[in-house]
């Protein structure tokens, strides 16, 4: 069921509404007037009747949206046109009273209602159309984007889990104790990656998962990792999908600091400004190697911050001579 109430719904209405009006001043007519008072005048009666419609049809989504297509897109017409006849009647009775002239005498009354009854039943079964077919549009695209951004959540490289398994084996003999504690770091990593996409994190939670996993990480790197955090300015509560920047920190690192045999400095910076929130990361580019390395990881990301964010978001590659830098734009705005 088409959201009548929403701002491009209303926008395509007034505009249909619009038309209609310009259709009927331009019709030939029995006591012809000067063309742009009666555009005014019809231009504010058709409006009016097209942002009624919309509210009826607002109000009554919930209980249409139980029906099933067919039977919501009858009533849906039906309310649209017995709407319009009882407006127009109204409108009609109060010109005539105040006599102002704007309509017709009262011995055109019925004419006129029926008029505008069988205008309204026309272009309404036209809109209604035309809005019941692109909101399916809508649903069939945004369940084919959900699919592949699931399908991307569930590609999201696992080698990680398999190095931090490796890991904890050559701990558990030495160090006992910083095997179990990889191993609950680990768990919350298990439990975020395997969580539903669709049940939002917030950004802090993100960046205590990036912490457990640069402690697994360390562990495995030993001093050759070098972390700089710089993220007191990120607001925490930021609604944010599961895993969408632990993927950044993994590229960083397997791609940037691991084939350095010095290893290197991965820094996370956060900024806000303009109602937006910047997170950059930078690692070190090893001699020789290719940024298009990091491609998969990143077009991963990006398609879920498209999904998720939409044209506000972004993901920018700034690729410099020895460093690569990714900086992650969103909305302070929850929500898409």
């Known amino acids: 069921m088409p959201t009548f109430c929403s701002t491009p719904t209303l926008f395509v209405l007034m505009i249909i509404g619009e038309l209609v009006a310009l259709v009927i001043v331009l019709a030939p007519q029995d006591s012809p007037r000067e063309w742009l008072p009666r555009l005014a005048t019809t231009s504010v009666y058709v409006q009016w009747l097209v942002l009624l419609d919309a509210v009826v049809l607002c109000s009554l989504r919930e209980p249409l949206q139980r029906l099933l297509t067919a039977i919501g897109f009858v009533v849906a017409w039906s309310m649209a046109v017995v709407t319009t006849t009882l407006a127009s009647w109204v409108v009609c009775r109060i010109d005539q009273s105040l006599a102002l002239n704007l309509t017709v005498p009262v011995s055109e009354t019925a004419r006129f209602v029926f008029a505008n009854a069988a205008i309204s039943a026309l272009i309404a079964a036209a809109t209604l159309r035309y809005l019941f077919v692109l909101e399916q549009w809508r649903e069939r695209v945004q369940a084919a984007a959900k699919a592949q951004v699931e399908a991307l959540q569930a590609r999201i490289r696992p080698h990680f889990l398999f190095n931090s398994m490796n890991t904890i084996a050559g701990l558990i003999r030495s160090r006992p104790e910083a095997a179990e504690r990889t191993v609950e770091d680990l768990a919350e990593l298990f439990r975020a990656a395997l969580g539903p996409d669709s049940r939002p994190a917030t950004l802090g939670e993100e960046l205590d998962l990036i912490d457990r996993y640069l402690d697994i990480e ?7 990792l070098r972390v700089e955090l710089d993220v007191g300015a990120l607001p925490r509560d930021l609604p944010l999908p599961r ?3 632990q993927p950044l920190v993994e590229n960083a690192i397997y791609h940037g600091i691991q084939p350095l045999p010095a290893g290197g400095t991965l820094s996370i910076r956060g900024e806000r400004h303009a109602g937006m929130v910047d ?5 070190p580019l090893p001699t020789g190697a290719s940024a298009s390395r990091n491609g998969i990881a990143l077009a991963n990301v990006r398609a879920r ?5 939409g044209s506000r978001a972004e993901l920018r590659v700034e690729p410099q001579a020895d460093c690569f830098v990714v900086r992650v734009r969103l909305p302070e705005e ?3």
């Open 218 to 224: 360390r562990l495995r790197l030993g001093e050759r």
């Open 243 to 245: 895993l969408l920047l």
């Open 279 to 283: 997170i950059v990361f930078t690692n």
């Open 305 to 309: 911050i498209g999904y998720h964010f």
């Open 334 to 336: 929850a929500g898409r």
